[in-house]
């Protein structure tokens, strides 16, 4: 069967977008079992031969909050980086930002809560307070050089709230560039945004003066809507896209949530739209298929069943 179906571009849409991969991050971190160092260390060397220049490599977060993530240490001192590749790490606050500077991490990421239920249900503290406890984080990073993203979760619903206010989002997205945040992610955490919603939030953004060029998006699959609303962040200027390879993650607060967007069927959109990402969709489809031998269950991306008839 082939797999070239060639290419036709939609006006109005950016020639090149960098995908910003979430799996060793967010997709490992809500894996059950275990996984070891090694395999870790090679998915993050796999996804970099296979093109990718930023991936998320792991969280600095105290290990009683996600066990999975414990050896970050070992993971970031085992790593070969490359050149040219970043491999941004999460850092909840001041002692993470300690541990990153000293395993010379060149891009760190805080994470908020738009929400004041996702922000006690993940933080352990109220919107205000979490983004007090970053203000020194992010200062000090950039006085060290670093590129600082501010995630924002529960962008466009939240399991508890339901519908969140557009106006939410842009008091703290705005309150994350006044820090000195140089990028901000839009995370639809849960997964229930449509594109409708999706362009009413970029819109009220950069009305509020937020260049799109700081904007990334960040969609899990829950309800099939991922790349619908990843072609809307694009066709509204958005370049940097979150995704997971072969789709893992998902959100504890999520019903029956899926993962993130699964970065093959991104690239497969990207690809056949002409939009260069610079990922090799048959080394990214073999990482995953790798990465789901190791994990014992088949990938949820459906490009990588549709090209491994899986
Ligand atoms: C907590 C942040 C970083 C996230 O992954 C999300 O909102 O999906």
Not at 179 to 194: F, H, K
Request: with cysteine; proline share 6%.
């Amino acid at each position: 069967m082939p797999t070239d179906y060639g290419t036709t571009p939609l006006e109005g849409l950016p020639s090149r977008v960098t995908i910003w991969e979430v799996g060793p991050r967010d997709g490992l971190q809500n894996e059950a079992a275990l996984v070891p160092i090694e395999v870790k260390v090679e998915f993050i060397e796999r996804l970099v031969d296979a093109g990718h220049t930023v991936v998320e490599a792991t969280s600095l977060v105290h290990p009683k909050w996600v066990p999975q993530l414990a050896d970050a240490e070992q993971v970031l001192r085992r790593l070969s980086r490359r050149d040219g590749v970043r491999y941004p790490v999460l850092v909840p606050n001041e002692h993470g930002l300690d541990r990153a500077l000293d395993l010379g991490v060149t891009d760190i990421a805080v994470f908020a809560s738009v929400t004041e239920s996702f922000s006690e249900a993940n933080l352990n503290r109220p919107v205000a307070e979490a983004l007090r406890m970053f203000a020194p984080v992010v200062a000090r990073a950039r006085e060290a050089g670093l590129g600082v993203r501010g995630y924002l979760s529960m962008c466009f619903g939240d399991p508890w709230e339901g519908e969140v206010p557009v106006e939410r989002v842009v008091d703290v997205a705005s309150r994350l560039v006044r820090l000195g945040c140089t990028e901000l992610s839009l995370g639809d955490t849960i997964g229930v945004a449509t594109p409708g919603r999706v362009a009413a939030v970029l819109d009220a953004l950069v009305d509020a003066g937020i260049p799109i060029q700081r904007l990334a998006v960040h969609f899990h699959d829950t309800y099939g809507q991922a790349l619908a609303n990843t072609l809307t962040a694009l066709r509204r200027g958005v370049t940097v896209v979150d995704a997971s390879a072969g789709g893992l993650g998902g959100c504890p607060y999520a019903r029956s949530a899926t993962g993130n967007l699964a970065t093959e069927d991104l690239v497969w959109q990207l690809a056949g739209l002409g939009i260069d990402t610079g990922v090799d969709l048959d080394k990214l489809v073999e990482t995953s298929v790798w990465l789901a031998a190791e994990l014992g269950r088949p990938s949820p991306s459906r490009t990588v069943r549709a090209l491994t008839g899986g």
